[in-house]
Every structure is written in structure tokens, then in C-alpha cells.
């Protein structure tokens, strides 16, 4: 039983859908090959650094909910402004109900080596299933929607090699509440309302 018409998308999500998040199609910058002259004269090449476009990291509270464990692809890369995208999952069992999120975010990196402002949209499409639990446990009722997410923080990523990945941020997000009344078959509230949330994350850059 879906309490969400997905045909009708969001204005959120349309300005998302057009926002560059097609990793495989993503250009990287070219580096500048630097010399260095020895004492007899001789000019070597210095082979640029290795850029580092992915990271894999986990995160507490942010557009995920609880929790998430996200990849995170740099697909635009310019000396003070990065384009990036991100995926990610979280699974949650409650005594209650089990829950899903699949998590799509696109974010503006300003700033230059490793230290950055980041900002941007995000998407949580989030399903719950409800089930009665007693000697014949069995599931009564699902539900899902999507969630809208914002992003406003800092990120630490060393661009030029494989290292330490640090993100936090303000993520308040949209999303509708349930009614449980009856806690077997709790109603998706249609108005939709904002809450302030935050989020911190840990990984690897790669």
C-alpha cells in the first residue's frame, strides 16, 4: 500500500534530476607537467600527482537518516570549484518494522587542496515495511516516499592523493510524519514539513 504518488515530482527533484550526476560521462582535468633541471643540465620530467576522484565513507545522521555507508565520485574538477555525486544505503531492523533508504546527492565543492566548503541537494528515497510481531510475525503494511534533503558544511579530502576523507554539515530535510493511531497501520501525513538535522561522516578518499 504506497502513501506517495511518485508521478508528480517534486520541483526539488526536477532541479536535481538536471544537476551532472553521470559518474561514467564525468571529464577529469588535465594536470601540468612540471620539470626539474639536475646539476649536469639535464631536465627531467616530475610526474604529476595521482588525482583522486572517489571515496567511500560512512555516515551518522545526514541525508541518510541514522546512518549510511555512501560512495562518493568527484565528476567536475576545477582549480576552486569540484562537482561531485554520491550514492548510498542504510538498513535499519526495528522491533516493528524494517526500513531502507537509497540515498542520491549532488554537492558543490568550493575551495582549493583539501579543505572545503560543500553545499547541496540530496534525495532519500525511504521504504518501510510495518509487521505485527507475535507467534506468527507477518508484514500489515508498506509504505514510501521520497525525502528531500539539503546539505551546508565542510569537507577535508586531499585531492592529489589516496588519504583521510572528513565531512560535516547541516542537512535539514522534508519530509512527511506518521500517524500511528493504529500502530499496525500508521498514516502517511500529506503535508510534508522541515527538520533540522546534522550529519558526520568518516572514510577514505581514492
Known amino acids: 500500500m504506497k502513501q506517495e504518488n511518485m508521478t508528480n515530482k517534486p520541483f526539488c527533484l526536477k532541479i536535481l534530476g538536471l544537476l551532472p550526476m553521470l559518474i561514467l560521462f564525468a571529464q577529469p582535468?588535465?594536470?601540468?607537467?612540471e620539470t626539474d633541471t639536475l646539476e649536469d643540465g639535464t631536465i627531467i620530467k616530475i610526474p604529476p600527482p595521482v588525482?583522486?576522484?572517489n571515496a567511500f565513507f560512512a555516515?551518522?545522521?545526514?541525508?541518510?537518516?541514522?546512518?549510511?555507508?555512501?560512495?562518493?565520485?568527484?565528476?567536475?574538477?576545477?582549480?576552486?570549484?569540484k562537482i561531485t555525486a554520491r550514492a548510498g544505503y542504510a538498513f535499519m531492523?526495528?522491533?516493528?518494522?524494517?526500513?531502507?533508504?537509497?540515498?542520491a546527492e549532488n554537492n558543490y565543492l568550493f575551495g582549493k587542496a583539501k579543505?572545503?566548503?560543500?553545499a547541496g541537494l540530496g534525495i532519500n528515497y525511504y521504504r518501510a515495511s510495518f509487521y505485527k510481531v507475535g507467534e506468527t510475525p507477518m508484514f500489515t503494511f508498506e509504505s514510501d516516499q521520497f525525502i528531500y534533503a539539503f546539505r551546508l558544511g565542510y569537507r577535508f579530502q586531499n585531492m592529489d592523493a589516496e588519504g583521510f576523507f572528513f565531512r560535516a554539515a547541516l542537512t535539514p530535510f522534508c519530509a512527511r510524519s506518521y500517524n500511528y493511531a493504529?500502530?499496525?497501520?500508521?498514516?502517511?501525513?500529506e503535508k510534508r514539513k522541515l527538520y533540522f538535522w546534522?550529519?558526520?561522516a568518516l572514510g577514505v578518499g581514492f
Open 115 to 118: 579543505k572545503f566548503i560543500e
Open 93 to 103: 531492523p526495528y522491533t516493528g518494522d524494517l526500513t531502507q533508504n537509497f540515498i
Open 29 to 33: 582535468s588535465s594536470a601540468q607537467v
Open 59 to 81: 555516515e551518522l545522521g545526514g541525508t541518510g537518516g541514522l546512518y549510511s555507508l555512501n560512495y562518493d565520485r568527484i565528476l567536475i574538477k576545477y582549480e576552486k570549484i
Open 51 to 53: 588525482p583522486v576522484y
Open 198 to 200: 546534522a550529519g558526520i
Open 182 to 189: 493504529d500502530p499496525l497501520h500508521p498514516i502517511l501525513e
